[in-house]
């Protein structure tokens, strides 16, 4: 693949992007505009207890390496989805506020110890932390706008969020690095006892 | 024909306007709301990404077979339309399970794929969208341009999709294609939920 494989490639995705902001398309779900991926894209972006605890699941991928780095980021939109759905469905979740700040404060000690536990134990934390995350954000979902771009833009800002923590994790290769992606960590688990204690 | 020059090709083709001096206007318009179709319907776009992805992920040589699939079931699908007689909400249903397994695929299936799971799904995915797509366009009778439009739109999204996955080779990128698998499948499973909560009439 070249540099000219490249470029085709992204003109193309413009021609995607700008389908996406396009007018509707009788008959399918793609109805609404740039308003509705606009509203799902800041959602997740735009709620300080959703972004630490995506940022922390890149940084945890980051400390853990292959295949967790990409592992984490794959199950956690997935467990995302299927609650979503159960949120669109009308099935309720108690404690979901409560889910997501408990998301920022253990993703953020798992990364400010640096736990490397068995990968199916890190699955399994960040597919369950993802399920509150999913479900808040599919909750909204029936009342917007445009539901399926809504969806579109909450799952991609998501998973921004995590690719920017995989980028910070790449730090951790230098010792340096591994104090701030440490530090990142801390202060992500004491964002997450701030939302937890309403103090935030 | 390569991926760049076979992407370039679709590109152009989109880009190209009806002939001024002529009376192509109807055909040219055709064309391009055609062209445009899998574009804006979303569940359309989200499985010729996943396709697209899976494609790029293949070696080279094991590209082809599924680039021809597709085009053979969107043929296949045009052709027979609605004939079929199947609920537009059952192939959409039908769509969007082939998406969230094709993203699923994208992000999680281990390397090599079987040498025809590729163009099986690409066969699907092709006959799919075929299927869901109404030939006749908004205010305007059938036509063999808009046919080709959404010929040439599904492939340009799937070569897109299926050149970015082939450059992002390295392990580095290798984890956006896979990441980026698992939003399509994500996507998919939500507009899915959307589809059955909220049936179209």
């Known amino acids: 693949m070249t540099r000219h494989h490249a470029l085709a490639a992204g003109a193309g995705l413009a021609a995607v992007l700008a389908a996406l902001v396009a007018g509707p398309a009788a008959a399918h779900t793609g109805q609404g505009g740039l308003a509705g991926l606009t509203t799902g894209f800041l959602h997740p972006i735009t709620g300080l207890d959703h972004v630490v605890a995506m940022v922390a699941v890149g940084l945890w991928g980051g400390i853990l390496g292959r295949p967790a780095i990409w592992m984490l980021p794959v199950i956690f939109p997935l467990a995302m989805a299927v609650a979503g759905a159960a949120a669109i469905a009308g099935v309720p979740l108690a404690g979901v506020e409560t889910g997501i700040a408990l998301s920022g404060i253990v993703l953020g000690l798992m990364v400010l110890f640096a736990l490397r536990p068995p990968l199916w134990v890190a699955g399994l934390i960040v597919g369950a932390f993802a399920v509150f995350h999913g479900h808040a954000h599919g909750a909204e979902l029936p009342a917007a706008t445009s539901p399926a771009l809504y969806a579109a833009g909450f799952v991609i800002a998501t998973g921004m969020l995590h690719l920017s923590g995989i980028a910070i994790g790449y730090l951790w290769r230098w010792r340096s690095g591994q104090v701030a992606v440490r530090a990142a960590g801390g202060a992500i688990a004491v964002a997450g006892a701030a939302f937890l204690t309403g103090l935030a | 024909m390569t991926l760049r020059a076979a992407a370039a090709a679709a590109l152009l083709s989109l880009a190209a306007g009806p002939a001024a001096a002529h009376g192509g206007l109807a055909g040219g318009a055709g064309f391009l709301s055609g062209a445009l179709h899998p574009f804006v319907a979303t569940e359309h776009l989200v499985?010729?990404?996943?396709?697209?992805?899976?494609?790029?992920?293949?070696?080279?040589?094991?590209?082809?077979?599924?680039?021809?699939?597709?085009?053979?079931?969107?043929?296949?699908?045009?052709?027979?339309?609605?004939?079929?007689?199947?609920?537009?909400?059952?192939?959409?249903?039908?769509i969007l399970a082939s998406a969230c397994l094709l993203?699923?695929?994208?992000?999680?299936?281990?390397?090599?794929?079987?040498?025809?799971?590729?163009?099986?799904?690409?066969?699907?995915?092709?006959?799919?969208?075929?299927l869901d797509t109404d030939l006749a366009a908004p205010g305007a009778p059938a036509s063999l341009g808009r046919a080709a439009g959404v010929v040439a739109g599904a492939y340009l999204i799937v070569l897109d999709a299926a050149a970015l996955a082939a450059w992002a080779a390295r392990p580095l990128f290798a984890i956006g294609v896979r990441v980026a698998g698992s939003w399509i499948a994500a996507i998919a499973f939500l507009l899915l939920a959307l589809a059955i909560s909220r049936p179209a009439t």
């Open chain 2, 47 to 94: 499985l010729l990404l996943g396709l697209g992805l899976l494609s790029g992920q293949l070696p080279p040589e094991r590209r082809g077979l599924g680039f021809a699939a597709v085009g053979l079931g969107l043929l296949a699908g045009l052709a027979a339309g609605r004939a079929t007689g199947l609920p537009a909400g059952v192939i959409a249903v039908a």
């Open chain 2, 103 to 130: 993203g699923g695929l994208v992000a999680l299936a281990p390397r090599p794929l079987g040498w025809a799971v590729a163009p099986v799904l690409a066969a699907l995915a092709g006959l799919g969208v075929g």
